[in-house]
């Protein structure tokens, strides 16, 4: 009887250990980190004309990846000073990619009411979850990541930027 006790609480705890394991892995993001950039990469999305481009042509440039939409007041009262910056840092290998969480229309027709400087895509309701995989597990827009020519992700900004804050993080590019 008490031989039966103990191989029951060592199956048990076999069996608890197994379902410890499976549910940390199953918890685990989708996406590891070093994988997100090479990931958003990879993927062709529409621009603000509606042609779908390849965002591979940005692979070894330092990014700052801003994710916006038409209807986020804060989105939209930072492109302005984002588009300035672009202008500065144009020679640096610093490029600005904005990437809206809207449907390729509404992204079309704000890039014709507002001058940019930097391209903008539509990312559609997908660009959500590209945002959790860059560590925006509150799903919070604008959502900002800066990544390094090595496809390192060095820095994330959750809400309007600081653009001094900006700037300064930049200049360890």
Same mark, same amino acid.
């Given at each position: 009887?008490?031989?039966?006790?103990?191989? #029951?609480?060592?199956?048990?705890?076999?069996?608890?250990?197994?379902?410890? #394991?499976?549910?940390?892995?199953?918890?685990?993001?989708?996406?590891?980190?070093?994988?997100?950039?090479?990931?958003?990469?990879? %993927?062709?999305?529409?621009?603000?004309?509606?042609?779908? /481009?390849?965002?591979?042509?940005?692979?070894?440039?330092?990014? *700052? *990846?801003?994710?916006?939409?038409?209807?986020?007041?804060?989105?939209?009262? /930072?492109?302005? =000073?984002?588009?300035?910056? %672009?202008? =500065? *840092?144009?020679?640096?290998?610093? %490029?600005?990619?904005?990437?809206?969480?809207?449907?390729?229309?509404?992204?079309? =027709?704000?890039?014709?009411?507002?001058?940019?400087? #930097?391209?903008? #895509?539509?990312?559609?309701?997908?660009?959500?979850?590209?945002?959790?995989?860059?560590?925006? %597990?509150? @799903? @919070?827009?604008?959502?900002?990541?800066? *990544?390094?020519?090595?496809?390192?992700?060095?820095?994330?900004?959750?809400?309007?930027?600081?653009? /001094? =804050?900006?700037?300064?993080?930049?200049?360890?590019?």
């Amino acid at each position: 009887m008490k031989r039966n006790i103990l191989l #029951y609480a060592a199956i048990a705890i076999l069996f608890g250990a197994i379902g410890i #394991y499976f549910g940390i892995k199953r918890l685990a993001p989708i996406t590891p980190k070093d994988v997100v950039v090479t990931h958003l990469l990879a %993927q062709s999305m529409a621009n603000a004309q509606g042609q779908s /481009e390849s965002l591979a042509q940005w692979k070894g440039k330092h990014l *700052v *990846v801003n994710f916006w939409a038409t209807w986020c007041a804060p989105c939209v009262q /930072e492109m302005p =000073e984002l588009s300035a910056l %672009q202008t =500065e *840092v144009a020679n640096k290998n610093i %490029q600005i990619l904005g990437i809206g969480i809207d449907s390729p229309a509404n992204i079309a =027709e704000f890039s014709s009411k507002f001058k940019i400087s #930097y391209p903008l #895509y539509s990312a559609g309701m997908s660009g959500t979850k590209l945002t959790k995989q860059f560590g925006n %597990q509150a @799903g @919070g827009l604008p959502f900002t990541v800066l *990544v390094g020519s090595d496809g390192q992700i060095k820095k994330t900004y959750l809400g309007r930027l600081k653009l /001094e =804050e900006l700037r300064k993080d930049l200049l360890s590019f």
